[in-house]
């Protein structure tokens, strides 16, 4: 089966491209950056990007089908990452996924004006999760969600949206 948008290169091609040099500046940034490095501005709005993540996650926690995804993934399997204003605590993965899902419910959730989308609500919940399960400090959990929100704001400015797309299910 062909690509029906024309312009567009398979994964499968990319993938077997070699890696491009920018990846590997972006790869040893990610590896190298400590909380020590970030200026105090940065600091402070990620800490105001968290708090309003998290009540964004807990207010959209309270929409019946948030919940019972809750609820089905905690009877699957249970682990130590909290869903988010459910009282549940999920396998960290599942609570990414579940938390991510109650962040965008609403429609609540920050935006990002050069990106064109929300970066916040796609790394809060993956940062808070694996946080959680490596029992990361709070000064790693914000290095985490800085060096997280600068790639996928980077992407979103880098990525060229039809009006009509959403960024969420596009470069999020």
């Not at 040893?28 to 909380?35: C, I, N, T, Y």
């Not at 964004?56 to 130590?80: K, S």
């Not at 694996?130 to 000064?139: R, V, Y």
């Amino acid at each position: 089966m062909g690509i029906v948008t024309p312009g567009i290169v398979p994964a499968t091609t990319l993938m077997a491209e070699p890696a491009p040099a920018w990846l590997g500046r972006w790869t040893a940034f990610a590896a190298d950056l400590r909380f020590s490095d970030l200026p105090e501005a940065a600091i402070d709005r990620a800490r105001l990007v968290l708090l309003d993540s998290l009540g964004v996650i807990a207010a959209g926690m309270r929409e019946p089908e948030c919940r019972a995804l809750a609820e089905r993934l905690a009877g699957r399997r249970t682990g130590v990452a909290p869903a988010i204003g459910s009282g549940l605590t999920l396998d960290p993965r599942d609570a990414a996924l579940v938390n991510g899902a109650a962040g965008t419910t609403l429609e609540l959730d920050e935006g990002n004006q050069y990106a064109r989308g929300h970066p916040a609500i796609h790394v809060v919940p993956a940062a808070l999760a694996a946080a959680q399960e490596t029992k990361a400090s709070g000064a790693d959990l914000i290095a985490a969600l800085v060096l997280g929100y600068e790639i996928g704001a980077r992407i979103g400015i880098a990525s060229k949206l039809r009006v009509t797309m959403h960024p969420h299910g596009t470069w999020g």
